[in-house]
């Protein structure tokens, strides 16, 4: 057969249908509309049309790769073709959108959306732009993959950065306002809604030429790291360690009131990850019902710390007002207790029983927690309000800024304690559990007690978070303790990697902190953990900073041969 | 006193009554082994030796102590280790990091240190893959990996479930001469095997499972000689 027949149009035809339902697929639930009042660069694209314009690219550049071995410009071609057919799929969109009044079915196929799919033109000129613009996004798309490999990743990784920066604009200007003298220096860099475009092309080049510099020289870099001698190169890590706590303790007078608020909400999540981390990363213990020591530790706190006693002033009817520091130890050691309780029935199962009677027992926790039978002692549906604050002499941990330092030092304490842990008898005999719960018996691991230190670390971490969220937002209710709050916690150490300790906070950073940053995002929560965890099975199931046996695991680098097997994945930061 | 000994032990998964009042002795520095058809018997009865399994009847003495008090983890600790059935090694972790498990019980590091060193004089073929990944290992080299892990213990009675299952010749050949190094170093080995030739060429005494039950009990001379052992076990008629 002739080759120019066998060539693939028909790839390039599907690649661009699937992007083209993806981009109908964002537009229709309302994201493309609602994202739109936040420019990327400012006016030059708004976020609503970056997801567009990433639907469209991604379908260009698989086209491409899919042609791959056919010529360059054949290449180009499918990716054209591909944004062609998924822009005229947003074009088909744009037309049958009034007469067929689809807004009775998708009540965010509206006006507004079809304006920002026209370019706010006229529709028949909209409909070429859009067209136009397809073909030539999708192009682009193809040229990435034309791309040598090495330049290929550093553009995307800029193009990644000119995004995020972008979404992050506002904050970040805040953010500068408190440090005036860079404020100015960069102030050329935002536009009134965005980045500006000189900033952009900015942000573009120095990552871009960084990330390939760093590819061209960093290896000689860290050889020559790896060759200093042991002392040297673990003073150099305490001192990276001790400049990045430095930072973190100026963090607050940087970030004001609502940053911080943003930080701590995020701190406390990497608390209760942490621990989720030691039980089911560390372990292998799957656990969905994590929210019960939460909410035990914020309930224990509650009770005993709330002033509004009695018919009047509150709900409970008994209090003993302890001060806030009475009260945490409690609360954790009452956390621990549940923890080792519910620990002891689970201990022979397994697997997906085990979620099972764990889920359960977070549902009970909420179910107890709304109860009229324990109303008087907890509050039912009303809840405990005024629940007391920590002080130190006058040191009130009552604002965001103030708290910051608890919760700051909260995790500091648990990621200490996971770090030694993981290192010792019980990180080797969790290890062991983890991977053959028969084998660790065999070895000599003792699986009563190597099980329930797993459950009890992990409840006391989690108790510790709740306790201080208790006092943070001041008032308990039981909703706040629902099963989203364990899947949260779990989403996020999966995406961080599992029973890794740098993942829970770059986990943590993503699935609370953007949410929280980002209002646009709240409402798309679920929505974006779905896509993200499924993009991360698909291209980095050991997730954004992995520890070094799980990486191992799904990224085999050496066969029973010795020689390279499947592709040999650099992640960036190492191991760990 | 014998250094190991089953008195009428009866063993149960859930109703299936899998070991019907089995006795046996095993005197220290002997390799006594065990031989029957699948499903005789031979690894419940190691189980039940190390604490995997309860038994519901009898008593299992460790130098005329009774373990049934004990659990799993503490009969490892008292010497007796099992490498069980199937090369379990944990395939996630390198052949290294799976010796050190193996030391679990000794928390030493330098200790550690030298065991490994000793599995690897022992198995050579594990030194050169000591970074592989276990579960990358090829069968063979995974039931050396999972022979080694069990010493790293220093057992004083080592529980083998049939380590020449899955090799080739020449890979049995030195399996089991390793087997006779371990017990010219002194440890006592009971041994579980489906290839009767070999046990009984390098064992002191045999017996013979059959339902659960002991229905032989010989010098591993003798019992190459009985007529229903040929029969039944070494394939000739
Ligand atoms: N976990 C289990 N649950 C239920 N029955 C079991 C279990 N393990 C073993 N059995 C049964 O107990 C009996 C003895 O099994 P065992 O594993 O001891 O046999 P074996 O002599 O080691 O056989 P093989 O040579 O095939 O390994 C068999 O009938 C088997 O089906
Ligand atoms: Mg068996």
Redesign the interface.
């Known amino acids: 057969m002739n080759k120019k027949t066998s060539f693939n149009w028909l790839g390039a035809i599907q690649i661009g249908l699937i992007g083209g339902v993806v981009a109908l697929l964002v537009s229709l639930i309302g994201m493309v509309e609602e994202f739109s009042q936040r420019d990327i660069i400012s006016g030059v694209i708004t976020m609503g049309q970056t997801l567009i314009v990433i639907a469209i690219l991604m379908a260009g550049y698989f086209a491409a790769s899919r042609a791959a071995g056919e010529a360059a410009t054949m290449r180009a071609i499918s990716g054209a073709l591909a944004g062609l057919v998924a822009s005229a799929l947003l074009t088909g969109l744009v037309v049958i959108i009034p007469p067929l009044n689809l807004r009775s079915i998708f009540p965010n196929a509206s006006p507004a959306l079809i304006n920002i799919l026209t370019f706010n033109q006229e529709t028949v000129v909209g409909i070429l732009y859009l067209l136009i613009t397809g073909a030539v996004v999708g192009t682009l798309g193809g040229l990435i993959d034309i791309l040598p490999a090495q330049i290929r990743r550093s553009v995307v990784l800029a193009l990644f950065w000119v995004g995020l920066l972008g979404l992050l604009q506002e904050l970040i200007r805040v953010t500068l306002t408190n440090m005036p003298q860079v404020g100015a220096a960069l102030k050329w860099m935002f536009g009134s809604r965005g980045l500006s475009i000189p900033g952009a092309v900015a942000v573009f080049i120095v990552v871009a030429g960084g990330n390939y510099l760093w590819a061209a020289r960093g290896g000689q870099v860290q050889d020559r790291f790896r060759a200093l001698p042991p002392t040297q190169r673990r003073a150099s890590q305490w001192g990276g360690a001790l400049v990045v706590i430095a930072v973190l303790l100026y963090l607050p007078r940087i970030l004001g009131p609502y940053l911080s608020e943003v930080a701590n909400i995020v701190g406390l999540f990497i608390l209760a990850g942490l621990g989720l981390n030691i039980v089911v990363g560390f372990a292998g213990l799957l656990d969905l019902g994590y929210v019960a020591f939460y909410a035990i530790g914020a309930y224990v706190m509650g009770v005993l710390t709330t002033n509004a006693i009695g018919q009047n002033a509150g709900q409970i009817v008994f209090g003993p007002e302890f001060s806030f520091w009475q009260a945490l130890p409690i609360a954790v050691g009452a956390a621990v207790l549940f923890g080792v309780l519910l620990g002891i029935p689970v201990l022979k199962m397994r697997g997906d029983y085990l979620a099972i009677v764990t889920l359960g027992f977070g549902e009970i926790i909420r179910i107890l927690a709304l109860s009229d039978f324990l109303k008087p002692y907890i509050g039912g549906s009303q809840g405990i309000v005024e629940v007391g604050q920590g002080e130190i002499g006058n040191f009130v941990f009552g604002t965001p800024q103030t708290l910051y330092y608890m919760i700051f030092a909260a995790c500091l304490l648990a990621v200490f304690i996971s770090w030694r842990l993981r290192d010792s008898r019980p990180g080797r005999a969790w290890k062991a559990l983890r991977e053959d719960e028969d084998v660790a018996q065999a070895m000599g691991i003792n699986l009563v007690a190597t099980k329930l230190l797993a459950f009890a670390t992990g409840a006391a971490f989690s108790g510790l978070s709740g306790a201080i969220f208790a006092s943070k937002v001041g008032s308990i209710y039981p909703h706040s303790f629902n099963l989203l709050f364990s899947i949260n916690v779990l989403a996020l150490i999966i995406i961080g990697g599992m029973g890794s300790l740098p993942g829970v906070f770059v986990g943590a950073l993503i699935l609370a902190g953007l949410p929280e940053l980002l209002r646009e995002f709240a409402e798309y929560r679920l929505l974006m953990y779905g896509a993200l965890l499924i993009v991360m099975m698909l291209t980095r199931p050991e997730g954004f900073w992995p520890e070094a046996t799980h990486r191992r695991e799904l990224h085999e680098e050496f066969g029973a041969e010795g020689e390279p097997r499947a592709e040999i994945v650099k992640t960036p930061g190492g191991a760990r | 006193m014998a250094i190991l000994e089953l008195e009428n032990v009866h063993s149960y998964y859930g109703h299936i009554h899998a070991l019907k009042g089995v006795s046996l002795i095993v005197e220290e520095g002997e390799i006594v082994t065990l031989i029957g058809a699948n499903g005789a018997g031979k690894s419940t009865t190691l189980k039940t030796i190390?604490g995997?399994l309860r038994p519901r009847e009898g008593h299992i003495r460790l130098n005329g102590e009774d373990l049934s008090a004990y659990?799993?983890?503490d009969i490892?600790?008292k010497g007796v280790?099992?490498v069980?059935e199937g090369r379990?090694?944990?395939?996630?972790?390198t052949v290294t990091e799976n010796l050190?498990?193996?030391a679990?019980?000794r928390?030493n590091a330098s200790e550690t240190a030298q065991a490994v060193e000793r599995v690897f004089h022992l198995f050579p073929r594990l030194k050169e893959?000591h970074n592989?990944?276990a579960?990358?290992?090829?069968g063979g080299e995974q039931q050396m990996l999972a022979t080694g892990?069990?010493l790293m213990?220093y057992p004083k009675v080592l529980l083998l479930d049939e380590p020449s299952m899955g090799l080739a010749p020449v890979l049995v050949d030195s399996i089991f001469d390793t087997i006779k190094q371990l017990h010219r170093e002194g440890t006592t080995i009971l041994l579980v095997e489906q290839n009767a030739r070999m046990a009984l060429q390098i064992a002191d005494r045999g017996y013979v499972l059959q339902t659960g039950q002991v229905v032989l009990n010989d010098s591993a001379q003798n019992l190459r000689q009985n007529e229903t052992v040929q029969k039944a076990y070494l394939g000739i008629s």
């Open positions: 190390s995997l659990k799993a983890h490892v600790s280790v099992q069980p379990r090694v944990f395939g996630r972790l050190e498990m193996g679990y019980t928390s893959r592989q990944l579960g990358t290992l090829s892990r069990a213990a």
